[in-house]
């Protein structure tokens, strides 16, 4: 990348978590070769430009180590805008009387990847996940059941393990809360849908403008795309506003484009 003593021109931005809020850990530029380590399992790398002078570019390599301290959790709900994963212990399981033979879903069919955890990775909208649309967010809930096998009489308890992933619209945390109650174990994860926008350089669509900031000339045509990248069928994507302005931070001098829909 370009150098400079400030790196102010091209250079990497690490940041300790999911969003460019969450802490700066350090910038990169020329061709100095730090290493940085995050503080969780969420790192965010920022590449940005200017118009002038390019060069090769980057490459980055990382690895993972386990944190300091307590062992892994019992249970690990992860979302994303197209499929659901549930980790779960196997020590957690035999603490309940359980293992992984007596393990299903809403849809038997699905079964899990076992090696030292239990693992279950599925498309939002399969496996008997129940949708539910809730207005500003739509819930995807699965449950677990664990049940005896080969016995009708018995003294183990029938546990149920619900695991919810809330998709918001606006949200960047991922938040995981996991109850203490060997009855129901309720594990919930927040996260966002996947989507993307894209400059055009024609009316087909086949060919993405790359180059950021996009330069365009008095009273050019732009085409722009907004796609939805998930695995259920039944969402749409709605431009609710569309804005332009001369100033950068978006100021009080600003042009609607589209209000509302």
Do not use: W
Not at 11 to 30: H, P, Q, R, S
Not at 85 to 101: D, P, Q, R
Not at 183 to 189: M, R
């Amino acid at each position: 990348l370009e150098l400079d003593q400030n790196c102010q021109f091209d250079f990497i931005a690490v940041y300790d978590g999911l969003t460019t809020n969450t802490g700066l850990i350090g910038k990169v530029c020329g061709r100095s070769q730090p290493k940085f380590e995050s503080s969780s399992n969420v790192m965010t790398v920022v590449l940005s430009t200017d118009y002038a002078n390019s060069y090769r570019g980057f490459s980055a390599q990382y690895i993972s180590a386990p944190l300091p301290g307590p062992v892994e959790p019992d249970t690990l709900l992860t979302c994303s805008s197209d499929s659901m994963k549930i980790v779960l212990s196997k020590h957690y399981l035999a603490s309940l009387g359980y293992n992984e033979t007596q393990l299903q879903l809403n849809d038997p069919a699905c079964s899990p990847v076992t090696a030292d955890s239990v693992i279950f990775s599925f498309p939002l909208a399969s496996c008997g996940t129940i949708k539910k649309d809730e207005g500003q967010s739509i819930t995807y809930t699965n449950i677990i059941s664990l049940s005896a096998t080969g016995n009708i009489i018995t003294r183990q308890k029938s546990v149920q393990i619900i695991a919810k992933c809330k998709m918001e619209n606006n949200s960047t945390l991922e938040v995981i809360y996991v109850t203490k109650n060997n009855v129901i174990q309720n594990t919930t994860a927040v996260g966002r849908y996947n989507v993307s926008m894209s400059f055009y350089d024609s009316e087909s669509f086949s060919k993405p403008v790359r180059q950021s900031p996009y330069y365009v000339d008095l009273n050019q045509t732009l085409f722009a795309q907004v796609s939805l990248h998930s695995t259920d069928p039944n969402l749409l994507v709605f431009v609710d506003s569309c804005t332009a302005s001369p100033q950068a931070d978006f100021g009080s001098l600003t042009y609607d484009l589209i209000r509302s829909g």
